[in-house]
C-alpha cells in the first residue's frame, strides 16, 4: 500500500459523504468532521505508528460539551492488531469507495462503516473546533538555565516537519559572545583604526555562528524531560575564534608611494591590531529545538518555528 494514494481516496471517500475534511497534524493524515462526528485517520503500515494510533484519545468540543473521536486505520497488511480502531483494508477500503461513488452518482447518501469508539468522552474545556490528542501529564520542572523561549507545540512543530513520530525537546547550547577592539596604527600620513564593538552567537556544537538576538532569553526551569546538550567546545576555544575572525575582518593593507628622483615606489603594508586591546566576554545560553523521530528525523527551531536544515548528528543550524 502507499499512504498518500490510500490517503487521498479516503479523503475523496469522506468528501462524498459530506465530511469537511482537514489534514491532520503529523500523528494522524486526516480529521474529518460531520455534525456532531468527528473522525481521526491513519493511513499507515508502520507497527510504531498505529500502535501509538491505537493508544490515544482524540476529542472534538462541541457546544455541548466533548465527544471523542472515532478512529479509522487504513491498512492492507497491518503489522499489529488494534482495539480501537476500524480497520479498512484492501477489501474493505475497495467496496467502500465502489458504494461510495454509486451513492455520489445517484445522489443518495453516502453511509460508511465506521464502528463507534467505545471509549467515554472525558469532561474537559469546551471552545475547541479541531481534534486533538489526549494531554499527557505536564512533566516535572527540571533545571533553571539561559535559553530563548518555548513557543511552539510539539504537535506544530510535528505538523511542520510533516512525520507522524515521536516529539522529544531539546536544548542546544550557543556561546554568546561579546567583543571590543581599541587602538590604531600611524604610519607616515595614514591612520589604520582598529575600533569595532561586536557581538554574536556561536554554536558550542560546531562553531556556527547562529542569527538571533541572545538578549531575548529567558533563565527559566525547562521541562524535566527535555535533553540539555553539554557544550562540545569550551570558552577558551569559542574565544579563540572569535578572535581570530574579529583580527582577520580589522586587519587591513595600506599601499603606500614613496618619491624618489623621477620615480614613484609603490609599497603595500599590512596592518593588524594588536590581540592585547582586543577583550571578549562569553556566556552559554540554549536554544530549544524539537526533534521528531519517525520514518526520518526532523529538527524544527522551538523558538521561530523554522525547520532546521542541518540535522542534530552534524550539529544544529538556527535559521
Known amino acids: 500500500m502507499i499512504p498518500r494514494r490510500a490517503r487521498d481516496v479516503v479523503q475523496w471517500i469522506f468528501k462524498a459523504a459530506s465530511y469537511e475534511v482537514d489534514d491532520g497534524d503529523g500523528a494522524v493524515d486526516l480529521s474529518a468532521f460531520r455534525g456532531d462526528e468527528c473522525v481521526v ?12 494510533f491505537d493508544r490515544l484519545k482524540y476529542r472534538f468540543s462541541l457546544d455541548s460539551g466533548p465527544v471523542l473521536c472515532k478512529k479509522l486505520l487504513v491498512s492492507f497488511t497491518p503489522p499489529v492488531p488494534v482495539q480501537s480502531c476500524t480497520v479498512w483494508g484492501e477489501r474493505e477500503l475497495t467496496e467502500t469507495l465502489g458504494h461510495a461513488i454509486g451513492d455520489y ?39 533553571e538555565i539561559p535559553h530563548l523561549p518555548v513557543t511552539i507545540t510539539a ?45 554574536g552567537v556561536m554554536s558550542a556544537i560546531n562553531g556556527m555562528k547562529g ?56 609599497e603595500d603594508r599590512s596592518f593588524s591590531p594588536d590581540p592585547q586591546n582586543i577583550s571578549i566576554s562569553s556566556e552559554i545560553v540554549y536554544v530549544p529545538v524539537w526533534q521528531i523521530r519517525g520514518s526520518r528525523i ?9 525547520l532546521l536544515e542541518i540535522p542534530m548528528d552534524d550539529g544544529v543550524e538556527v535559521l
Open 41 to 52: 485517520i491513519l493511513c499507515s503500515e508502520d507497527a510504531d505508528e498505529i500502535q501509538e
Open 211 to 266: 542569527d538571533f538576538n541572545a538578549e531575548i532569553t529567558e533563565t527559566k526551569a525547562v521541562p524535566g524531560d527535555a535533553d540539555i546538550l553539554p557544550p562540545k567546545l569550551t570558552k577558551n576555544e569559542i574565544k579563540e575564534r572569535v578572535l581570530s575572525s574579529l583580527i582577520e575582518e580589522l586587519s587591513q593593507t595600506v599601499r603606500i608611494s614613496q618619491c624618489e628622483g623621477d620615480a614613484i615606489f609603490y
Open 105 to 143: 452518482i445517484q445522489g443518495r447518501d453516502v453511509n460508511l462503516p465506521l464502528s463507534a469508539s467505545a471509549e467515554t468522552a472525558v469532561p474537559r474545556a469546551a471552545g475547541l473546533t479541531h481534534a486533538e490528542q489526549e494531554p499527557k501529564p505536564e512533566p516535572e520542572p527540571g533545571i
Open 155 to 199: 504537535a506544530r512543530a510535528q505538523a511542520t516537519s510533516g512525520i507522524k513520530g515521536t516529539a522529544a525537546l531539546r536544548f542546544i547550547p550557543y556561546w554568546s559572545y561579546r567583543a571590543e577592539s581599541h587602538g590604531e596604527k600611524i604610519y607616515k600620513s595614514h591612520i589604520i583604526s582598529f575600533e569595532r564593538e561586536e557581538s
Open 298 to 306: 526532523a529538527e524544527i527551531n522551538a523558538f521561530t518555528g523554522d
